[in-house]
């Protein structure tokens, strides 16, 4: 659906990754509007995509030059309505803990407190269980407990932080975002490597989930500010990431449907079970750019965080 570039939403979207491409892929097609994507580097993901205008900012890990780079895109076209968005936690938080900072824009997340609790793994595994949502056994732990804390589950156990935010800001040789370990030796080798690096936050060890690259999948859901759907868009997984500081992460995905435009009515998301199509109730009430994301594994554990 095209929009007059004149008076369209003009999306900003931060981090050149393929989840960032994927945003602004939905964007282009259902609105006809380009976003403007500011990364710290030039990357593949959206380098010489119609749907991208591409911009190299360094430095946005420091909150004043984000907040400036964000500041000068709306500055170019201030009679439009510039909704910012991030491609990763840690930029999410960062847009906000600065929200006011940035001017008229639109940052359509949740405040800080509800952000805490379901942007850290560990305290969104409990807030599953609280609800009857099916996850992989995990302990929770820091990394000098050592692995005898994590006795009780079954090998083969993957680690990762229970804010990726927390451990953005740590680098070490060898540092993956998600570890994999086959018995307890190895178990505790990935902790002693965590501990020696500095790094004090939570860390999740959990039960490896079985089941091959195509059966992740990556969902993003736009609700209206009384908590309703107004719109997704959905992909599969062709094969994860081997990089490092992207393991478990899901490489090109596949488009799965086609997100709604604005014009349809909104509606809530009554029953999922994190395959198919969800189950769309109409509440008669137009659809805002409000957005949350979430991603699913197999049914058996369709709450487990990557």
Same mark, same amino acid.
């Given at each position: 659906? /095209?929009?007059?570039?004149?008076?369209?939403?003009?999306?900003?979207?931060?981090?050149?990754?393929?989840?960032?491409?994927?945003?602004?892929?939905?964007?282009?097609?259902?609105?006809?509007?380009?976003?403007?994507?500011?990364?710290?580097?030039?990357?593949?993901?959206?380098?010489?995509?119609?749907?991208?205008?591409?911009?190299?900012?360094?430095?946005?890990?420091?909150?004043?030059?984000?907040?400036?780079?964000?500041?000068?895109? /709306?500055?170019?076209?201030?009679?439009?309505?510039?909704?910012?968005?991030?491609?990763?936690?840690?930029?999410?938080?960062?847009?906000?803990?600065?929200?006011?900072?940035?001017?008229?824009?639109?940052?359509?997340?949740?405040?800080?407190?509800?952000?805490?609790?379901?942007?850290?793994?560990?305290?969104?595994?409990?807030?599953?269980?609280?609800?009857?949502?099916?996850?992989?056994?995990?302990?929770?732990?820091?990394?000098?407990?050592? #692995?005898?804390?994590?006795?009780?589950?079954?090998?083969?156990?993957?680690?990762?932080?229970?804010?990726?935010?927390?451990?953005?800001?740590?680098?070490?040789?060898?540092?993956?975002?998600?570890?994999?370990?086959?018995?307890?030796?190895?178990?505790?080798?990935?902790?002693?490597?965590?501990?020696?690096?500095?790094?004090?936050?939570?860390?999740?060890?959990?039960?490896?989930?079985?089941?091959?690259?195509?059966?992740?999948?990556?969902?993003?859901?736009?609700?209206?500010?009384?908590?309703?759907?107004?719109?997704?868009?959905?992909?599969?997984?062709?094969?994860?990431?081997?990089?490092?500081?992207?393991?478990?992460?899901?490489? #090109?995905?596949?488009?799965?449907?086609?997100?709604?435009?604005?014009?349809?009515?909104?509606?809530?998301?009554?029953?999922?079970?994190?395959?198919?199509?969800?189950?769309?109730?109409?509440?008669?009430?137009?659809?805002?750019?409000?957005?949350?994301?979430?991603?699913?594994?197999?049914?058996?554990?369709? /709450?487990?965080?990557?």
């Amino acid at each position: 659906m /095209a929009a007059s570039s004149g008076t369209a939403v003009r999306p900003v979207i931060l981090g050149g990754d393929i989840g960032a491409y994927a945003t602004a892929r939905t964007f282009h097609e259902t609105y006809g509007v380009r976003s403007v994507v500011l990364a710290g580097v030039e990357t593949w993901a959206v380098t010489g995509s119609v749907a991208v205008d591409h911009r190299v900012v360094t430095g946005l890990s420091d909150p004043d030059l984000l907040v400036a780079a964000i500041r000068d895109v /709306a500055a170019e076209a201030p009679g439009r309505t510039h909704i910012v968005l991030g491609s990763a936690d840690w930029l999410v938080d960062a847009l906000v803990t600065h929200r006011e900072q940035l001017g008229d824009v639109v940052v359509p997340y949740a405040g800080p407190g509800a952000m805490a609790q379901v942007t850290d793994k560990g305290t969104f595994t409990a807030l599953c269980r609280e609800l009857g949502i099916p996850v992989p056994e995990t302990v929770v732990l820091r990394a000098g407990d050592g #692995p005898g804390a994590a006795a009780g589950l079954t090998f083969p156990v993957v680690v990762k932080a229970a804010s990726t935010t927390a451990y953005h800001a740590v680098s070490f040789a060898g540092k993956k975002k998600v570890d994999r370990a086959d018995d307890v030796s190895e178990l505790g080798e990935v902790l002693s490597r965590i501990a020696a690096a500095g790094f004090g936050g939570d860390l999740l060890v959990q039960e490896l989930v079985p089941g091959g690259d195509a059966e992740m999948a990556a969902v993003n859901l736009f609700f209206d500010a009384t908590g309703c759907g107004g719109s997704r868009s959905s992909g599969g997984c062709c094969w994860r990431s081997t990089r490092p500081g992207r393991s478990g992460t899901p490489s #090109p995905r596949s488009p799965a449907s086609t997100p709604r435009p604005s014009t349809t009515p909104a509606g809530c998301w009554s029953t999922w079970d994190g395959a198919g199509s969800p189950t769309w109730t109409s509440s008669g009430t137009p659809a805002t750019a409000s957005t949350a994301s979430s991603r699913s594994t197999p049914a058996s554990a369709a /709450a487990g965080t990557q």
